[in-house]
C-alpha cells in the first residue's frame, strides 16, 4: 500500500506543481523517490505532527495542496487539535495519510495500534475519509483526494497487501469484490481480505455469500448500501477497528430508519476497558480479536442459525 500511494503521489505531483509532501520524520525507503524529484516541495517537519499539522494548514492556505504521512496514531490522534482548528475548520486542502493503520504495527504495542481513528477523523468537520482495502483502492483514492480540494483522511496499512478484485476506478462508490445475495460482507481496509477467504468457506457449507468493498467512510453512501443488500437475507460487516464510530455504526444507521431491513452483526476489534498490554504481528492480533477466517466464518454461521 505504501508503494503504491507514493507511487501515485508522484504521478500527481509530476502534473500539479502545487503538491506538497510533509512528513514526521518516518517514511525511509518509502518517501525518497519524492524527496529526489520534488525537493522543493518536500519536508521532514521531524517528531512533531502537531506542529506539521499547522504548516500544512499554512502552506495549503496559501493556494496549495499539502499531503502529511505518518505512522497510524501520530498525524490523527496526536494532532487532532491542530486538524479540527487549523485544517478542518478552515477547509484546508490538506490530506492526512495515516500508514500501519489498524494492527499494522502490532508489535509496538498500543501506542502504535490505529484502532479508533476513522471514528475520531469522520467526525472532524468537512473531512473525507478513505480506507482502501489494497493497493489499486490506493491508487484510486490517492488520485481522488489530490484534486478534491478537501481536508482528506486516507488509512492505508503496511506493505504487501495484495489486490483483491478488478480494477478499482471510483473509490466514492462499492466495489463489489465477490457475487452474492444470501449473505454480504461489508468490509474496510485490508481485512477485506480474510471476508474473501471467509466467504469461500462459507460457500462451502452451501453458503451463498458477496463481498463489497467500502473505501469511502465519509461520505457516507446510505443509497448504494441499501441498493447492495436488495432482497439480501443477512449483512455483516467486518473492519480493523472498533465498532464505535467505524463501518458498523455507519452500515446500521443507514438501516436505522428503514421499516424493513435485513439482520446486521458487526465484527471489528472489540473495546478494551482498563490496562491494554497486547502486542504481536497483525495476524496474531487479528486473531486474539476473533477476527481470524475461522472465527469469521463461525459466528456467521452461529448468527444464522439463532435466525
Request: net charge negative; with cysteine.
Amino acid at each position: 500500500m505504501r508503494t503504491a500511494f507514493v507511487e501515485s503521489l508522484l504521478r500527481a505531483a509530476s502534473e500539479n506543481p502545487d503538491i506538497w509532501l510533509l512528513c514526521g520524520d518516518v517514511g525511509y525507503s518509502v518517501l525518497e523517490p519524492f524527496a529526489t524529484k520534488f525537493p522543493e516541495r518536500y519536508l521532514n517537519v521531524g517528531v512533531a505532527e502537531q506542529n506539521m499539522a499547522g504548516i500544512a494548514a499554512g502552506i495549503a492556505m496559501s493556494g496549495k495542496t499539502v499531503f502529511v504521512y505518518s505512522i497510524g496514531n501520530f498525524p490523527t490522534l496526536r494532532c487532532l487539535e491542530q486538524l479540527r482548528n487549523d485544517v478542518c475548520y478552515h477547509g484546508a486542502d490538506v490530506k492526512v495519510v495515516a500508514v500501519g493503520a489498524g494492527y499494522a504495527y502490532g508489535s509496538q504495542g498500543y501506542t502504535h495500534h490505529s484502532l479508533e481513528d476513522v471514528g475520531i477523523m469522520s467526525m472532524l468537520p468537512g473531512i473525507e475519509v478513505f480506507v482502501p482495502c489494497d493497493p489499486m483502492e490506493v491508487c484510486a483514492a490517492t488520485r481522488l483526494i489530490a484534486t478534491s480540494g478537501k481536508p482528506s483522511y486516507l488509512r492505508l496499512s503496511r506493505a504487501g497487501e495484495p489486490n483483491l478484485g478488478s480494477a478499482a476506478t471510483d473509490p466514492r462508490k462499492l466495489r463489489i469484490l465477490r457475487e452474492g445475495r444470501e449473505i454480504v460482507i461489508f468490509a474496510s481496509g485490508p481485512i477485506a481480505a480474510r471476508a474473501l477467504e471467509a466467504a469461500g468457506e462459507l460457500a462451502g457449507h452451501g453458503r451463498d455469500v458477496g463481498v463489497v468493498s467500502i473505501c469511502c467512510l465519509k461520505p457516507f453512501d446510505d443509497v448504494a448500501i441499501r441498493d447492495a443488500v436488495r432482497d439480501v437475507a443477512f449483512v455483516v460487516t467486518l473492519e480493523e477497528h472498533v465498532l464505535r464510530g467505524g463501518l458498523f455504526s455507519l452500515v446500521a444507521n443507514a438501516f436505522a430508519g428503514d421499516a424493513k431491513r435485513p439482520p446486521v452483526i458487526g465484527m471489528g476489534v472489540p473495546e478494551q476497558d482498563g490496562k491494554i498490554s497486547h502486542a504481536g504481528s497483525r495476524e496474531v492480533l487479528l486473531d486474539a480479536a476473533c477476527l481470524s477466517v475461522q472465527a469469521i466464518v463461525a459466528r456467521i454461521e452461529e448468527s444464522l442459525a439463532k435466525r
